[in-house]
């Protein structure tokens, strides 16, 4: 009688679990306090996009401490670091940092500031434009200032979407500078910054896959009309993020013309 039972069992399971996960090789990892999606993703070198796939996850947050995540190509169950918050002077200062997406030219061009130097090609660095648009202001000198990210404008309300895959690190309600604004953190000391949206959708201490969206453009903060300011960040230096991101349809049509 046992025995039935357990066959059937082991056919029940056999069943249940997908027939493209029994096939693949990998590891589960237990979700323990604290370890998010992104964090396992940034471990063992697999996309949150892919983990969400193989997983059946609807959402990167669609984890809990006990879940079991199948990570495909793992030999080994790796140790994953948890999520730390910002400290609250990290927070000050980043939050400082919002004040104004502007600063002096001086303060950029003076000896000592160690000019960012653009990473490289090599570098894998995998950007998705956060919405479509024109830029209608780009990074650099701006009159007397310098502009530390791009503009793109756009109608109220399109969705703003991930960069990259990420943690939120901030996801902040404001009246003033960069108005409702999120900031996500990346691996290689890279952040992105999603600014003057109208709403936010992202989540402090939530991850983040790319292309998500995280909140809708808006013009809170100084703004003069909707549009999305976005920054992207290494070790807290802005770089520029257009020699990054994807050629547009735009510049794919200009391309194809010139041919
Ligand atoms: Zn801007």
Redesign the pocket.
């Known amino acids: 009688m046992g025995e039935v039972l357990l066959i059937s069992l082991l056919f029940l399971i056999s069943v249940l679990v997908s027939p493209a996960i029994a096939r693949k090789k990998g590891v589960y990892h237990v979700v323990t306090q604290g370890v998010t999606l992104y964090r396992i993703s940034q471990t063992y070198k697999v996309p949150v996009g892919k983990l969400m796939e193989v997983n059946g996850l609807s959402s990167p947050s669609a984890i809990k401490v006990g879940s079991r995540i199948f990570i495909p190509g793992a030999k080994a169950v790796l140790r994953v670091e948890p999520y730390v918050a910002l400290s609250p002077r990290e927070k000050n200062d980043l939050e400082r940092s919002l004040q104004t ?2 600063k002096p030219i001086r303060a950029e061009s003076s000896p000592g500031t160690g000019r960012q130097r653009p990473p490289s090609r090599g570098n894998e660095l995998d950007l998705i434009w956060p919405i479509q648009g024109k830029i209608n ?1 780009p990074f650099g000198p701006r009159g007397k200032n310098f ?5 793109i404008a756009s109608p109220s309300y399109q969705e703003v979407k991930a960069a990259m895959d990420g943690e939120v690190i901030l996801a902040r309600n404001s009246l003033s500078g960069y108005g409702n604004v999120v900031v996500l953190r990346h691996d290689a000391g890279f952040s992105s910054i999603y ?2 949206m109208n709403v936010i959708i992202a989540k402090e201490g939530e991850a983040v896959r790319q292309g998500q969206a995280i909140g809708g453009v808006g013009s809170t903060g100084k703004s003069t009309g909707p ?1 999305l ?3 992207l960040r290494r070790e807290g230096h802005p770089l520029d993020p257009l020699p990054l991101l994807p050629m547009t349809i735009e510049e794919l049509l200009e391309k194809a013309s010139k041919k």
């Not at 502009?147 to 503009?151: N, Q, S, T, Y």
């Open positions: 997406e502007e202001s502009h530390k990210g791009i503009d600014g003057h549009h300011h976005f920054e």
